[in-house]
């Protein structure tokens, strides 16, 4: 027990990976090194998660496709050829899954009944972005109050396509390049910008009270 | 900036995140500089940006990572790590079907609906389409008797379920993964014997046309095979309705399952599935648009793999755009098609 959770230990207090040792621990755990893979989850967990709840905006869900997702990684790592950065590749894999899971039938009619996670009411009126909350010249969003708006807009983003919420999550939440985004979801350049703006336009009628 | 497109909606979104070329963003400068409207709707959408980023996302659930870790570990240990579920399904779905029948066999058995030979209780109409021998019934019957309770649908399910959350310390010896976990195994080999054994001169004298309990079953039925496996043969009207003639069309059982075997098999060629990109709002009931993409040098290894999996009209070469190439393609699934 000792050694080896020492050492796991040690990996999981490391700073967060730079890009080259990184690439030492994809080595490693592509030659079936469980432990290096360990190292990997615990680094990309967190964006993983994040993601992948803002598609499904269900945390039973998201837990059962993020494992889905390291373990596809894990057992796809031999076809993993370093074209493009760990991390695209495995949100890649997040995103798919996730997007697949919305995709079956079953889980349609579960989740057409099931209601998916509500973002609890102090949670909104905290995380509302400052700048929301007071501003001379207020646009119909502008005058929403802050809890309703995160409220309208937590609704919105369900009743988006999981698709649009997909590019969203990836651009406005990970903060991702236009070009890593096209990576992630295999579509051209045009195809990220254009999407993009279809879900902004489609979030901003749907907050403001027209159907999105 | 096109006249016609008094406001560039799509520019705006761009030009928010910084992410135009330089020419772009000066007719975008120079557009705003005169346009209120576009002005205001570019606060808007910064404003949503920022909302969306700021959204509360619930945190990671303590002990995930540790689940995951546990996961892979009970990988590595048991399963072929690098097969894909398609491939690992079918000897499942075999041993799963292989059970259901037998435990049907051995449950008819035990009642006496077929003992005898000649039983008039037999229709001559359900003779042997799909003969059990008696060694695969014996083998069953164990696992029939105490599970006569239980559905035997269940028996037809792989578990491919979520782990518990219990997480055994890190130098625990490798044990039995949680029940949850556990796909099922195929039938061991028979230990017991049949629970109604027939003399054997009873069975040789019996005229090769009648029915017995060893060669027992079943009314022609269809082996439940994958979800995504094609149907068998081409299903006429329905398919031909649902399907653009022009495109490559893959009829299944199960669209989602369908799906799920191209996202794979594109994933794996280093591309991907889009079902976003085409109307599936208009679609009809029981086809689903796709389109599949991967980089060019994959693009004859793509159609290929689809040829074999069954797909019709899969052009003779790739069509290259921008180094990757894609094919459209509609999976459709016939109403009467088995595993619906």
Redesign the interface.
Known sequence: ?GL??GM?EAMSDAPVTPEASEHEWVERARS?D?DA??RL??AH??RV??VV??VLRH?AD???V??ET??AA???L??F?G?AAFSTWLH??AV?RA??HL???GERLRRASDPL?A??DG??G????A??LAHPDP????ALEARE??RR??RC?ELL????RAV?AL???E?M??EEIASV????LG?V?????RS??A??RC?EGESP | MNPTDRHPKELLSVWIDGALGAEERAEVDSHLAECPTCRKLTEELRLLSGAVAEEAVPPVPTGLADRIRWRVRGEARGRAPHAPFWRRAVPLTAAASLAAAGILVAVMVREGAFRGTGDPAVPPGIVEEQAIEAPAISALERPARDRAAEPTTRTEKPAEIAPSKAVPPDDAPAPAPPERWARPEPAAPPATEPLVPRPESETQERPASTVTPERTLVRKREAPGPAWAPVPEARGLATAARADAEEATWEVRDLAAGAAVLRDLAMELGGELDTASRPQLFALPGAMPVEVRVPAARGDELLERLRRLGVKGVPESPKEEDGRVGLLLTLTTARDAPGR
């Open positions: 027990m080896r959770r796991l079936g469980r893979f360990d989850v615990r967990l967190p998660w994040k709840w803002r945390e998201t837990e059962d993020v494992q390291f373990l894990w057992r796809s031999a076809n050829r074209e890649r894999i798919s997007l697949n995709d079956r039938a996670d973002v609890p949670e909104a905290r995380t509302a972005p700048e929301l646009t119909p969003l502008r708006r995160m807009l937590a983003l396509p999981a698709p649009w969203l651009r406005d939440g903060g390049a236009y979801l295999g579509v051209a195809t910008r254009s999407r993009l703006a902004r336009i979030l901003k907050v």
